[in-house]
């Protein structure tokens, strides 16, 4: 790779916004029918598989939650990766957050990531910087109606940056469909990813092992 390339890799940045693996506190929702403490332990499955598809992919944030788990989530940290709390408020007080830092160190492309698809490969990366180049904003749609990635360009207006996540109805089946109405209205380009299914029930997690049968393996090491 030439000086160039290297350059504009250095402009962008992913951000994954993880948890600290505890009990009770992680996949809530599957809890109610696995128990807190296996629920844990798949939530540590599924960022683990996570990141081993993207270790590749370089510069990489780990954005923990809450602010104290640091220690709880450096086991994943790669070479090179930088760790950051996520600091206070609701989810969409956090993305702003991340986004602003992000583009105040001078980074022109930043997508984020959560850690309920672990589904995400290289490639879905590659395509929201692609699409960058064009467009203002990137999402990558739930079955769920939420949202696996969101992707945005340094150019647009820090005003525009926080109406995307001002108003939203989070935790809802409107939250990505409520997300492409802000940004419409803000005149902003919009591009669509592949839809993934998030982890969040028994059910998704059952389903998710039928499609890849060494997640149960890596579960019992």
């Known amino acids: 790779m030439n000086v160039t390339g290297v350059a504009v890799l250095q402009r962008r940045l992913l951000i994954v916004f993880v948890k600290a693996p505890r009990a009770g506190s992680v996949k809530t ?20 598989n996570l990141l081993r598809h993207i270790d590749s992919l370089g510069p990489v944030q780990l954005r923990f939650s809450p602010d104290d788990a640091e220690k709880d989530i450096r086991r994943w940290r790669r070479k090179g990766w930088v760790l950051a709390p996520q600091g206070s408020g609701g989810l969409g007080r956090r993305l702003m957050a991340a986004f602003r830092e992000a583009f105040a160190a001078g980074f ?6 959560g850690s309920d698809s672990p589904e995400i490969t290289p490639e879905d990366i ?15 749609p739930t079955k769920d109606g939420g949202y696996w990635l969101i992707a945005l360009r340094r150019v647009v207006p820090d005003r525009k940056v926080t109406q995307l996540f001002k108003g939203i109805p989070w935790s809802t089946e409107r939250v990505f469909e409520k997300t492409v109405e802000q940004a419409q209205a803000k005149k902003l380009r ?7 299914q998030d982890i969040d ?20 090491e």
Do not use: M, P
């Not at 022109?108 to 990531?113: D, L, P, S």
């Not at 590659?126 to 990558?140: I, M, P, Y």
């Not at 919009?190 to 993934?196: A, F, G, M, P, T």
């Not at 028994?202 to 049968?213: F, G």
């Open 29 to 48: 929702r599957l809890a109610q029918s696995v128990g807190a403490e296996a629920a844990c332990l798949i939530y540590q499955v599924l960022v683990g």
């Open 108 to 113: 022109e492309r930043v997508a984020i990531i």
């Open 126 to 140: 590659e395509d929201a910087w692609a699409a960058l180049r064009e467009h203002d904003v990137v999402l990558g």
């Open 190 to 196: 919009v591009h669509r990813l592949r839809e993934l």
């Open 201 to 220: 029930t028994e059910q998704d997690w059952k389903a998710y092992l039928r499609r890849n049968a060494f997640a149960e393996i890596k579960l019992r």
